[in-house]
């Protein structure tokens, strides 16, 4: 118990479990570029890994010296390119908005679709492809997006207002709350659903599932933009996220502005998520599961796990995407499917855990 | 100047759970707050750290209204330890009692944070805890970890040299019989070096014998207050909790209470009237 003893505890340097957070977050870095050239690669039409990473040097004004057919650049460059970015920031910003969220309600099984932001951003999206971009359709994917945002942002902030007493928010009240939102807004989705023509249903049904299929250069932009925004508001609150962890309360006593902690995280939050959703539909789970992963891995400071679940976000996308375009090819899976037949069981065995590591 | 709160009134339900309850802490002591379940200590606490909503009063923190200041700024100047300490995630202890650096981010180099979390930990005796998920602790650890959380905070002096608080809501309840005094004496040396220390306490002889003042909550009120002898008497004793007991004079002072086991001296009639 002496100040010797003291010392030899804890030099960040030689810290373990600070070396094994740096090494695993390089080792997802690495992990999700290879996915990434290979996800490239991957689809009808077979390109080799090594290809790919020559095509994009090329693309980038860097002579490798190999003659690259303009067919394969053009289906690598406006095709793939931008589906896999969006792929990118999608997991990024899921893994982020997951991570987010559990650190506010201080819940591991907190998810963008508990507390009705994805449902919200849905009704949104649906809505502008039913009534055909309220008659803004010039303002294209920037329309879209704000949509989605503003229907994320609504149904966030009701769930957020009821469950509201006294100035504090109470998150029993929060989740049931949230349940409630999903419902009326399955309610609306029914009502868009039934009232969408038949060429408007396909689309719909398609987008509903999630599929990153509908991505362009000019989609990609601004919610990457919009997500970009969202990540970059969530990524200093690491430090108070960390004392949340204590409750309520002890942060504040900690110094942390408790309340504006919550209004900054839930609308970078709503802002991200509904971005995302407008593009590709409710994507779930993976919001749930990178969080819980990466503090499986390395513990719970959030200086490791915002980054951790954005690298293990975007993998899991990258790869299930890849998945859904494979599999059944020349025919696509929706990506929502194939997120949630594996995200399901994973959340099963989290409550089953959970429920012996109570007793 | 200290922490100080001034015709405080607590309201819930209709009902004042603190009842215009006057009181400064004084620099250098270690103020205990007694009294039996329900009188109003932990809202007495929660009221003077700005968490409990005022229906009445002032609270202020080193000469200016609490509102006055940023949370930062009170945070700096004073920490609290929660009853019953809870951590929603796996963290270590280290990581635990390195949040209690928070408020001072940007304002200490990380050798003056390392320093103050290393000598908090070894003053709350987890120094070879250091690296364990602070979750698989026994409940009496993970209490000593968050009191060195909150020393940490509370470690090293203030630019401007003044006071700093400690406010601990039951810091020994559920430590050890060595452990208790020690974080007794702890918070009594950081009181002498460093500011004032009000701790909310249940057993009577540990307050005698660390507290340089008493303070006897009574149904939401100030009984008594004043140094452990002259307040903890037999007829207070007999007052507020209703017990017999026995106050030996001395250095501490020990409390004896007699405890009587009614349902046994049911028993007892029952055979004689047989």
Redesign the interface.
């Known amino acids: ?3 010797a ?3 030899q ?4 340097a030689r810290d ?2 600070i070396i094994w957070r740096r090494a695993t977050l390089s080792g997802l870095a690495v992990a999700l570029a290879v996915a990434a050239i290979f996800a490239l690669g991957a689809g009808a039409m077979e390109i080799a890994p090594l290809r790919v990473v020559e095509i994009l040097l090329q693309a980038m004004g860097i002579d490798t010296g190999t003659v690259i057919e303009p067919y394969e650049a053009a289906a690598l460059m406006s095709v793939r390119l931008p589906r896999i970015l969006l792929a990118l920031a999608c997991g990024a910003t899921l893994g982020v908005a997951g991570a987010s969220l559990q ?1 506010l309600f ?3 099984l907190a998810d963008p679709t508990l507390v009705g932001v994805a449902d919200g951003a849905a009704v949104g999206a649906v809505a502008w492809i039913v009534f055909g971009g309220f008659g803004l359709a010039a303002f294209g994917a920037w329309g879209i997006i704000l949509v989605a945002f503003v229907g994320g942002l609504i149904a966030t902030s009701g769930v957020m207002l009821i469950a509201r007493g ?1 100035g504090r928010i109470d998150i029993a009240t929060l989740l049931l709350a949230g349940l409630a939102m999903k419902a009326l807004a399955g309610a609306l989705l029914g009502y868009l659903i039934f009232l969408a023509n038949d060429l408007q249903m396909r689309s719909l049904t398609f987008w509903l599932l999630g599929s990153l299929g509908g991505a362009t250069w000019s989609t990609i932009i601004p919610a990457s933009i919009a997500m970009g925004v969202s990540v970059l508001l969530l990524a200093p609150l690491a ?1 108070p996220f ?6 309520e ?2 942060a ?6 408790v309340e504006r902690t919550k209004r900054i995280a839930v609308g970078a939050v709503a802002l991200g998520v509904g971005a995302g959703t407008a593009l590709t539909g409710v994507i779930g789970f993976v919001g749930l599961v990178a969080p819980h992963i990466i ?1 499986l891995i390395g ?3 959030h200086r490791f796990v915002l980054p951790g679940s954005a690298l293990l976000g975007a993998l899991l996308i990258v790869g299930a995407d890849t998945l859904a375009r494979t599999m059944v090819a020349p025919a696509e899976l929706p990506i929502g499917v194939v997120t949630s037949a594996l995200g399901a069981p994973f959340f099963f065995w989290l409550l089953r855990s959970r429920g012996s590591a109570k007793r | 100047m200290t922490l100080a709160g001034k015709n405080l009134t607590v309201k819930a339900g209709g009902r004042a759970i603190l009842d215009d309850v006057s009181l400064e802490l004084a620099a250098g002591e270690l103020t205990v707050i007694v009294g039996p379940n329900g009188a109003g200590k932990s809202t007495l606490l929660r009221a003077l ?3 409990a ?1 005022l229906a009445a009063g002032i609270v202020s923190l080193n000469g200016r209204k609490l509102n006055d200041w940023n ?2 700024a ?3 100047q ?3 330890l ?1 009853q019953s ?8 202890v ?3 009692v390195e ?2 650096r ?2 001072h ?1 940007g304002l200490a180099t ?1 050798q003056e944070h ?1 320093a103050a ?3 908090a ?2 003053a709350a ?1 987890v ?1 070879h805890l ?2 364990r ?1 602070c979750r698989t602790l026994s409940g009496g650890e993970r209490h000593r970890v968050h009191f060195a959380r909150a020393l940490a ?1 509370v470690w090293t002096p203030l630019a401007d040299g003044s006071t700093r608080h400690l406010l601990l809501d039951e810091p020994t309840s559920s430590l050890d019989l060595s452990h208790q005094g020690m974080v007794l004496a702890r918070a009594r040396t950081f009181a002498k070096e460093a500011g004032a220390v009000l701790a909310i306490l249940h057993d009577l002889n540990l307050a005698a014998a660390f507290a340089d003042r008493i303070i006897v909550m009574h149904k939401a009120r100030i009984a008594a207050e004043g140094k452990p002898a002259d307040v903890l008497t037999v007829d207070l004793l007999q007052k507020v909790w209703g017990v017999e007991a026995k106050v030996i004079a001395g250095e501490p002072l020990t409390i004896v209470v007699k405890h009587t086991d009614v349902s046994r001296e049911r028993t007892n009639h029952l055979r004689a009237a047989e």
């Open positions: 118990m002496t100040v003893d003291a010392a505890t804890y030099d960040p373990p479990l650190a201080r819940n591991p006294e430090r960390d004392a949340l962890a204590l409750g309360a002890e504040g006593h900690l110094g942390v502005r503090r513990g719970a400071d | 750290s700005g968490e909503k949370m930062d009170q945070a700096l004073r920490a609290v929660p300490p809870t951590l929603a995630f796996p963290f270590r280290c990581d635990v949040l209690g928070y408020p981010r990380p390392r979390v290393d000598g930990m070894a005796d120094t250091a690296l998920d905070q």
